[in-house]
């Protein structure tokens, strides 16, 4: 089996060893592996993933945001059409999909064959029995063989943590790496500042650190000095915009808005929901930008 080591990237990824060296330390393993990694959204799972191993993937597949199994079913034939299937039809259902995945990874050459499935909560549509055909494939077709490498990852970490490293059925205790990444230290933060070429100074890097932490500081921080370039454009950005970029649903959000302005009195609405009824009284630092139609922070 060929030996698979870390290559030269030059800067492309920014900290990061020890998850690499974990994901290749599976690869290189004698057997098949799972591995499954987690964390918050943005955070660059998929790209440590593609970045670790080239872009050379014998499968790969991401999952549809809000979308039915039928969706969900035609998207997945196109990753097998788009990893070398010839002939393939439109699944019937999950265990139907990953049976040709099965015959997909049997027409490749001999070698590890990493499979990697990103987003993998969105695949799993109500009543759609996505979970016990992925627990089929794993225990019926992938541990029986010594040369599949499955990477599942995916932001919503609470669905991985409850179906998949929780599970009682055919995937308790199958994971065999479990991976997730934390936000940047201060160190990778000015990393990143310098590889990006984003002219921020220690302070600043600091201050943005210790409002927001991590690697989505300095994107935000770097979005508004753009923005901010042309006042237009930010007047133009939309509330909805800006909530799906943080993983939240703009109607949810209006809707408790909408609530919290219905209560005419002050009493039993907490310190937070008080932000939102008197905005006189939001501290200095979490207001927007003279001219911004963004909601405060």
């Given at each position: 089996m060929?030996?698979?080591s870390l290559y030269n990237k030059g800067d492309m990824i920014i900290g990061r060893k020890e998850e690499q060296q974990e994901l290749l330390r599976a690869c290189n393993?004698?057997?098949?592996?799972?591995?499954?990694?987690?964390?918050?959204?943005?955070?660059?799972?998929?790209?440590?993933?593609?970045?670790?191993?080239?872009?050379?993937f014998a499968f790969q597949h991401s999952g549809l945001a809000n979308q039915n199994t039928r969706a969900q079913l035609k998207e997945f034939r196109q990753s097998?059409?788009?990893?070398?299937?010839?002939?393939?039809?439109?699944?019937?259902?999950?265990?139907?999909?990953f049976f040709?995945?099965?015959?997909?990874l049997d027409q490749q050459e001999s070698g590890k064959k990493v499979v990697f499935i990103d987003e993998l909560p969105w695949m799993d549509a109500p009543r759609s029995n996505f979970v016990s055909a992925i627990e089929h494939f794993w225990n019926g077709y992938a541990s029986a063989r010594?040369?599949?490498?499955?990477?599942?990852?995916?932001?919503?970490?609470?669905w991985i943590i409850n179906n998949v490293f929780k599970n009682h059925g055919g995937l308790h205790n199958r994971v065999t790496y479990r991976i997730n990444l934390a936000p940047f230290t201060l160190l990778e933060c000015e990393q990143y500042a310098k590889s990006r070429c984003l002219g921020i100074n220690r302070y600043g890097i600091l201050e943005c650190y210790m409002v927001m932490g991590?690697?989505?500081?300095?994107?935000?921080?770097?979005?508004?000095?753009?923005?901010?370039?042309?006042?237009?454009?930010?007047?133009?950005?939309?509330?909805?915009?800006?909530?799906?970029?943080?993983?939240?649903?703009?109607?949810?959000?209006?809707?408790?808005?909408?609530h919290?302005?219905?209560?005419?009195?002050?009493?039993?609405v907490g310190r937070l929901g008080s932000l939102w009824i008197y905005p006189k009284i939001q501290p200095r630092w979490c207001r927007h930008p003279q001219g911004c139609s963004l909601p405060a922070c």
């Open positions: 060929r030996h698979i393993s004698e057997y098949s592996e799972f591995v499954a990694v987690t964390g918050r959204r943005r955070i660059g799972k998929t790209f440590l993933i593609r970045e670790t191993f080239g872009y050379k097998l059409l788009r990893s070398g299937m010839k002939k393939c039809r439109v699944p019937v259902d999950w265990s139907d999909a040709l995945l099965s015959q997909l010594k040369d599949i490498l499955l990477i599942i990852c995916g932001s919503a970490t609470s991590g690697q989505v500081a300095l994107r935000i921080q770097r979005a508004l000095r753009l923005a901010l370039q042309e006042s237009a454009a930010l007047r133009q950005c939309s509330c909805n915009t800006w909530y799906k970029a943080c993983g939240h649903d703009a109607r949810r959000a209006d809707k408790r808005r909408q919290h302005k219905q209560r005419t009195s002050y009493k039993g």
